[in-house]
């Protein structure tokens, strides 16, 4: 009987994707870096595969660039009936999965919109893909069993599956996905200029939230930086233009112009979903101050608990060089001024 899954490619993704089926799934597991495979068998993401053990769908997790040739290589071997990869750009990857003569009915690309800023299998969570958009992708060519079978896979791994056109669905991460991580570069450029002085020991939560994916891997990006430069060069001009008149305001002292730019920033910020779909200004901020002591984060969110408070999220604030940090928990609306009191009432340092 043939296995359930074949993970091509145990890096971040496909690690993640066994870790995802743990117990659900029989997953074959291969790279072409052994100490991948080891390591993802080691973390309990699957078995490694022997090379001819044949699978009832075959994932590739590799970068985009080695998908279509290591397509047709293993649908020569026969070892898969239905077949997708997780590429960050779609359209060329399906254009060259055309041009090397793959099978293309049995082929279908997705895209998990989730992710990080570390690759490699160590850096894989079984939990990565939970109530994430998962963009199922399907050619003219595909045929249903490759659809169902990817729409299956991103269900069981928590994903939430979304089908669209590989050129929409790039058009649409140049903008969600690729123009984010050349604007963090961009900023922590700037910063790696200024690096002498000591304002970025200054860094608070702003710096690190705009900056934190430009720790990705840079081969990765400018791999699928390239692949979508059509959809995300114009996307950086229009970004480059709020930047150029935004200089121009500060030089001029023009306050309209820069009230303006942070107004819009206000409702464009306001189109940008959280958690499950939920926006900022569903959420309220509960600040609490907490001492630099072990146990102290679970503190707050046990006391949040007792009063029945529901915590949508939570952020941590450390403030350098004090011995203590802000605990934000995020909570619906409605409830913030019953947690605040509840909180208050266990004794914990509420913030105004
Ligand atoms: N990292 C992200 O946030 C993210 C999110 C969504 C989709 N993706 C896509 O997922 C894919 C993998 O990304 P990742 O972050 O897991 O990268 P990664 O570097 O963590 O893993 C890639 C793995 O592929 C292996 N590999 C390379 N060439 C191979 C070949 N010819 N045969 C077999 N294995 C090979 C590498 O050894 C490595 O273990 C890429 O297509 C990427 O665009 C990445």
Redesign the pocket.
Known sequence: MAAGLLV???????TSVGLALRGDTDVLL????PV?VATAAARGAGRSWDGVEPADHVLL????A?VAE?LVRLQRLGVGRTWSH???VQAPVQAAAQAAGAELAALCGT??M???ES??AQAASADLFRGRPWALCPSAHTGPDALAAVRSLAERCGGVPLELPAQEHDEAVALASHLPQVTASALAAVLLARSAGQQVRLAGPGLQDTSRIAAS?PQ?WVE?LSANAAAVGPLVRELAGELDRAATALEQLDRGAVEDLLVRGNAGRALVAVKRGGHDRDFAVVGVSVPDRPGQIAGVLLAAADAGVNVEDVRVDHLPGRPSGVVELLVAADTREDARAALAAAGWAVLP
Do not use: F, M, Q
């Open positions: 091509v490619g145990t890096g971040l993704l496909g291969h790279d072409r870096d991948a997790a590799t970068p985009p080695v290591e997780v590429s960050s895209h998990p989730a992710g990080k690759s490699g891997a990765l699928v």
